[in-house]
């Protein structure tokens, strides 16, 4: 997405006035195909839609594009839901402990859910349920997404149901793996059914960083996450532990990218971007909602994570992607938790798989870090 063409800037201008309240602005002259594949491609169809609803500006092609978006948005959400439902019952007949994750949260935060546009349902659940679940999903005409090779359990079936059940909320990429089995310690039941959980306001917001930055160092993330970060900010941050929210950014050493989007999202709805900050979002955002493909890792943003004084960064940064940490690795492929002798093995299987599924990757790797030590000598 080109964020300085007229269509993008049309497009942040519905997405501002729409999340403050304020009148929708009449667009300039501009290719309205091309605008509405932005917001196809941005995931902002449902609050475009109902937001340009009946605005005599809009071309009628156009309106009946949107009207059929949004509507096609509304019978998901409601089938999604209906089949949340069913799946919940499954849970709290096994027993297992479960919260929901990322924009089933955040889209509360948001002026109507529905302007919050999902993909899929996330939710945590303990690896110990495993099997059940991936029982019952499969009896249910589920595919298995996954292979036991990550953190989740992902599961679709059509027209549009998508469902992970995370283990962990995060598995390695490029040594980034934070452990966040603290947001158990910090949340709330939900219900009476005493298995449903509330994340705490300042774990969204952290978990939300994390996933954001996890994009970031994958090649990109989209508007999206921007107006997420902004409105989980300015609703919670006079009543949150900001403290503590400080001391867990600086642990995942994620403190100066936390503070750099934040206050990036806060400008954006103040139209008050500086030209480092409009250069930061283009790059960012190049590649649709969220980009997550490792071909397109950003290499330069994750070996500066394992730079140090003593310039040994590039054999850190070399042995940490050959033999990840126990803590990783165990992220990565859960049944190690049950069977810790396996341990050697997965590490040998995992050293086949990187070099056997991803060699453009590696390459890039290897070029980059080439290209910095002789940039340092």
């Given at each position: 997405m080109v964020v300085d063409c007229k269509e993008s800037r049309y497009f942040f201008d519905v997405i501002i006035s729409t999340i403050k309240g304020e009148r929708i602005p009449e667009p300039p002259e501009m290719d309205w195909d091309k605008f509405v594949d932005t917001v196809v491609e941005q995931q902002?169809?449902?609050?475009?839609?109902?937001?340009?609803?009946?605005?005599?500006?809009?071309?009628?092609?156009?309106?009946?594009?949107?009207?059929?978006?949004?509507?096609?948005?509304?019978?998901?959400?409601?089938?999604?839901?209906?089949?949340?439902?069913?799946?919940?019952?499954?849970?709290?007949?096994?027993?297992?402990?479960?919260?929901?994750?990322?924009?089933?949260?955040?889209?509360?935060?948001?002026?109507?859910?529905?302007?919050?546009?999902?993909?899929?349902?996330?939710?945590l659940c303990d690896y110990e349920h495993h099997n059940a679940?991936?029982?019952?999903?499969?009896?249910?005409?589920?595919?298995?997404?996954?292979?036991?090779?990550?953190?989740?359990?992902?599961?679709?079936?059509e027209p549009y149901f998508t469902f992970e059940f995370h283990h962990d909320l995060f598995k390695d990429v490029?040594?980034?793996?934070?452990?966040?089995?603290?947001?158990?310690?910090?949340?709330?039941?939900?219900?009476?059914?005493?298995?449903?959980?509330?994340?705490?306001?300042?774990?969204?917001?952290?978990?939300?960083?994390?996933?954001?930055?996890?994009?970031?160092?994958?090649?990109?993330?989209?508007?999206?996450?921007?107006?997420?970060?902004?409105?989980?900010?300015?609703?919670?941050?006079?009543?949150?532990?900001?403290?503590?929210?400080?001391?867990?950014?600086?642990?995942?050493?994620?403190?100066?990218?936390e503070k750099r989007v934040r206050k990036a999202s806060f400008d954006f709805f103040e139209n008050n971007l500086s030209a480092s900050q409009q250069e930061f979002f283009q790059k960012a955002f190049r590649y649709g909602t969220f980009m997550n493909d490792e071909n397109?890792?950003?290499?330069?943003?994750?070996?500066?994570?394992?730079?140090?004084?003593?310039?040994?960064?590039?054999?850190?940064y070399l042995f940490s992607r050959i033999f990840p940490s126990k803590t990783q690795i165990k992220s990565m492929y859960p049944v190690l938790n049950e069977k810790p002798y396996l341990l050697p093995l997965y590490y040998v299987k995992r050293i086949f798989k990187r070099f056997a599924t991803g060699p453009k990757k590696v390459a890039k790797e290897m070029k980059y870090l080439t290209k910095s030590n002789k940039s340092k000598e």
């Open positions: 902002f169809v449902s609050l475009v839609a109902q937001a340009l609803e009946n605005k005599p500006f809009v071309p009628e092609k156009i309106a009946e594009r949107l009207s059929q978006f949004k509507n096609n948005e509304f019978l998901r959400i409601i089938s999604v839901q209906n089949e949340f439902n069913e799946i919940k019952s499954m849970l709290v007949e096994n027993n297992a402990r479960f919260m929901l994750l990322k924009g089933s949260v955040i889209r509360n935060y948001y002026p109507k859910q529905s302007f919050r546009q999902m993909s899929d349902i996330d939710l679940i991936c029982d019952y999903m499969l009896s249910r005409g589920y595919t298995m997404l996954s292979d036991g090779g990550g953190n989740t359990d992902d599961f679709t079936k490029y040594g980034f793996c934070p452990d966040f089995s603290f947001v158990w310690d910090n949340a709330k039941l939900k219900d009476e059914s005493g298995f449903e959980y509330e994340m705490s306001v300042e774990d969204v917001y952290l978990h939300s960083v994390a996933h954001m930055y996890k994009h970031f160092i994958l090649g990109g993330f989209g508007v999206k996450f921007i107006v997420d970060t902004y409105l989980l900010a300015s609703k919670n941050e006079s009543d949150w532990n900001r403290a503590y929210i400080d001391e867990k950014l600086e642990s995942m050493n994620l403190g100066d990218f397109f890792a950003n290499v330069e943003e994750i070996l500066n994570n394992y730079q140090n004084d003593n310039g040994s960064s590039a054999f850190k």
